[in-house]
T-cell receptor, first 115, second 114 residues
Framework: GAGVSQTPSNKVTEKGKYVELRCDPISGHTALYWYRQSLGQGPEFLIYFQGTGAADDSGLPNDRFFAVRPEGSVSTLKIQRTERGDSAVYLC?????????????FGQGTRLTVV | DQQVKQNSPSLSVQEGRISILNCDYTNSMFDYFLWYKKYPAEGPTFLISISSIKDKNEDGRFTVFLNKSAKHLSLHIVPSQPGDSAVYFCAASKGSGNTGKLIFGQGTTLQVKP
């Protein structure tokens, strides 16, 4: 596809359930980022992949959050035992190589609501 | 600890006038600054950037100014158009081993009135 694609667009889940959020980056982009945006705030960094490896996962809030990118393309953000505080828009971005000055392209986000 | 701050949650300007959006940062290790624009139900889209070795970068109607001594940057849009109405995020990235990870401000909602 032409841009970064995220599925689903919206996800409603019950507290305590497990969810997976998918990101399809732009083809050929080696760098992939996940961010989380709460209401009224800017996006907050979660994790950065360079190829298949998580080069920086310092933004993951706790061990309920995990992300993978097994083939260096599609990435899945996994949240276990969801809590109401996890409700937010989860944004994925990709860039050609990562690093400063390389433009990051964002997907439209997945709005997660935990009830 | 908010390293990038946009202290004005909203701004309203008349079409044709200048819009000035401001951003302050605290970390002197930041070496690259970007502005993103976001429409409802869409992801942020890149607008313009500036390296810390410069103090100005211009692209059409958009100009970003960087004042390193004040740790302040601003985005000027002139002339403003109704289609510019959106949320604007300031973002910064830093230092050696710069991975492109971005630290965002809270955003400023710009409304341009026809």
């Amino acid at each position: 596809g032409a841009g970064v694609s995220q599925t689903p667009s919206n996800k409603v889940t019950e507290k305590g359930k497990y969810v997976e959020l998918r990101c399809d980056p732009i083809s050929g982009h080696t760098a992939l980022y996940w961010y989380r945006q709460s209401l009224g705030q800017g996006p907050e960094f979660l994790i950065y992949f360079q190829g298949t490896g998580a080069a920086d996962d310092s933004g993951l809030p706790n061990d309920r959050f995990f992300a993978v990118r097994p083939e260096g393309s599609v990435s899945t953000l996994k949240i276990q035992r969801t809590e109401r505080g996890d409700s937010a828009v989860y944004l994925c971005a990709s860039s050609l190589t990562g690093g400063p000055g390389t433009e990051a392209f964002f997907g439209q986000g997945t709005r997660l609501t935990v009830v | 600890d908010q390293q990038v701050k946009q202290n004005s949650p909203s701004l309203s300007v008349q079409e044709g006038r200048i819009s000035i959006l401001n951003c302050d940062y605290t970390n002197s290790m930041f070496d690259y600054f970007l502005w993103y624009k976001k429409y409802p139900a869409e992801g942020p889209t890149f607008l313009i950037s500036i390296s810390s070795i410069k103090d100005k970068n211009e692209d059409g109607r958009f100009t970003v100014f960087l004042n390193k001594s004040a740790k302040h940057l601003s985005l000027h849009i002139v002339p403003s158009q109704p289609g510019d109405s959106a949320v604007y995020f300031c973002a910064a990235s830093k230092g050696s081993g710069n991975t492109g990870k971005l630290i965002f401000g809270q955003g400023t909602t710009l409304q341009v009135k026809p």
